[in-house]
Every structure is written in C-alpha cells, then in structure tokens.
C-alpha cells in the first residue's frame, strides 16, 4: 500500500565534510547555502513536513573513493561525517546502508527526520530507500543539500524517473563544478524536475499546510 503525502524535503548529504571549507570534500561556496538550509528546516518544524536525510557511511578504504578520484570523506566515526547541528532535528531516526526497515512510512510518520546513511552516490540503491519509494508518495518532493552534480542528481533523477513530483531547490544546492552543474541541471531538467527557490517553497507550503505543534 502506498501512502501519499502533500509533502517531503529531501536533504542530501548536508555533512560537515562536503559544507565545511576545511572539510575532506569541500563543495566550493557551499556553506553560502547554510542560511537557506536553516530556513527550509524551521519551515519543516512549523508546519510537520518530514524530512529524508541521507548521509555518506563511509569505510576508511570505501571502493568510491578510487572509482570517482575523490579523497576519502565521512568515513564513520569522524566529525567530517557529521551532519551540520543546522540540519538535524530533534526527533530522528538513522538508518544504516544494509539495514531494512519493513514499516518505513510509519518511522517516518513516528520522527520528524529519517536519516538514510549510504555508501553510494545514489541513496536509491538502498534497500530501505527503496522501499521508502515504493510505499510513500507525495504531492511535492523538494530535494536540495551537496553536491548538485552527484547525490542531489542522483536523488532527483530518481524520484522524477518514477513520475513523483519533485523540485529541485537551487538557491540551497551547491555543484563541485560549474560544468558538473550545469549539466546536472539540465539532466533533472529533461527527467521533469521542475526548479523552485526557498522563498517559492515557503509560499508553496503557507498555502498548502497548517502549522503543526509537533
Ligand atoms: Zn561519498
């Protein structure tokens, strides 16, 4: 059984190694996406939108690391492999690569945040996120968070492939590169993702949603 929500913010990888200057894996300007990020959270807490987190997992020695060039980054068990303070609610659950939930619409009914750890680019090869898109549907998905070319690309083509509504919001993403951007863009684009600001997103839900005192 399906269950539709109105709506779900999609946060990806919004963790101290990809947002930090000095983090492993620096997306350039990303922290200028922070005031954004804050923004759209207090917006879920207002109004009980649940969000979806992911987070790179990564082991010291991550086949990744070598099939994309990239340097090791959140590697478990260090502080680049944390969320931002900024992106994480109160109330959430985590979820481990290999871990499978059969309830997952009811986790997510029961805290305001799941977090989907992963060890991939694209969260959809999980079993758990999986399943999460077999059971839940909404009216709108808003995806935003690091890096634009890669986990955000991957996130929004997968949802927008199976004909969910889904918003990319472009003023709180940020790409590695400007190539990889545009690119990126312009694939989400042609899969029918549709781009939205936070403002947009805000107005969107004053209309749609009554303020909840979850
Ligand atoms: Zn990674």
């Not at 955000?152 to 951007?181: M, N």
């Not at 690119?183 to 781009?195: C, D, H, K, T, V």
Request: glycine letters at 4%; a negative charge; charged letters at 20%.
């Amino acid at each position: 059984m399906v269950r539709q929500h109105k709506t779900i913010f999609v946060d990806i990888d919004t963790q101290h190694d990809f947002m930090d200057p000095h983090g492993a894996l620096y997306v350039p300007s990303a922290e200028q996406i922070v005031p954004n990020l804050r923004r759209l959270f207090a917006t879920a807490t207002e109004y009980g939108i649940p969000v979806v987190s992911t987070a790179d997992y990564h082991t010291t020695d991550d086949p990744e690391f070598s099939a994309y060039n990239f340097p090791p980054h959140c590697v478990v068990g260090t502080p680049g492999q944390q969320r931002l303070a900024d992106t994480l609610l109160a109330d959430r659950a985590h979820l481990d690569p290999e871990e499978l939930i059969d309830d997952i619409d009811r986790l997510l009914e029961h805290h305001a945040q799941v977090v989907f750890r992963k060890r991939t680019l694209d969260v959809w090869t999980s079993a758990s996120a999986r399943r999460l898109l077999e059971q839940v549907h909404a009216d709108a998905w808003y995806v935003f968070g690091v890096a634009t070319d890669y986990c955000v690309k991957s996130a929004a083509l997968g949802l927008a492939k199976i004909g969910q509504p889904t918003y990319v919001v472009t003023d709180a993403v940020k790409a590695i590169t400007p190539q990889g951007e545009q690119a990126a863009l312009n694939e989400m684009r042609a899969s029918g993702a549709q781009f939205v600001t936070t403002d947009q997103v805000i107005q969107a839900l004053r209309q749609t949603h009554a303020p909840t005192t979850r």
